[in-house]
């Protein structure tokens, strides 16, 4: 089965600088990939998701994520974070058809004013 | 509005208690899944369900169950094999149109006393 690793646990960031949430991904065929973010207290939302064709994608809020095959990474990046931005991520990875969905643990980001 | 409603938000119980969690959709989809969030290991899947009257297991399908009788509902059933069920749970229905992208509830948190 797939799993998704999210090496960082927690992230602090300043309001304006720029940020990446690293994600590493394990499968054995080309997967389907997706960012989701989580408000305190709520369910989860879509950021945004690959699927195939060109390896960057971009998302909500400014949000963007670049897939590499060669590295099994679909890092997500953001060029200026904002105070609302904070929040915590997950990245996923689906096999096919959503049935076998798996999260990372996720990455919680604080944004200093 | 389309959407999931996951009731209760918060549910208290006493230990050796069976406790039904209710998840509902009018989004017109055949997948839906449980999955269970603890601080620190991302979602599990609990179960999953791609089409009425059908379910299957997922990582942690020990000490839950599930029913899928109509297309819109997919309640869980928290039992008390369950041995730590102190979680915050998340429903969750995809189109299963091999976008793999889901939709959230906002979650039920459950408190074992």
Known sequence: ????????IHITVSEGASLELRCNYSYGATPYLFWYVQSPGQGLQLLLKYFSGDTLVQGIKGFEAEFKRSQSSFNL??????WSDAAEYFCAVGAFFGSDMRFGAGTRLTVKP | DGGITQSPKYLFRKEGQNVTLSCEQNLNHDAMYWYRQDPGQGLRLIYYSQIVNDFQKGDIAEGYSVSREKKESFPLTVTSAQKNPTAFYLCASGTGANTGELFFGEGSRLTVL
Do not use: E, F, I
Not at chain 1, 77 to 82: D, F, G, L, Y
């Open chain 1, 77 to 82: 990046r953001k060029p200026s974070v904002h």
């Open chain 1, 1 to 8: 089965a797939q799993s998704v690793t999210q090496p960082d």
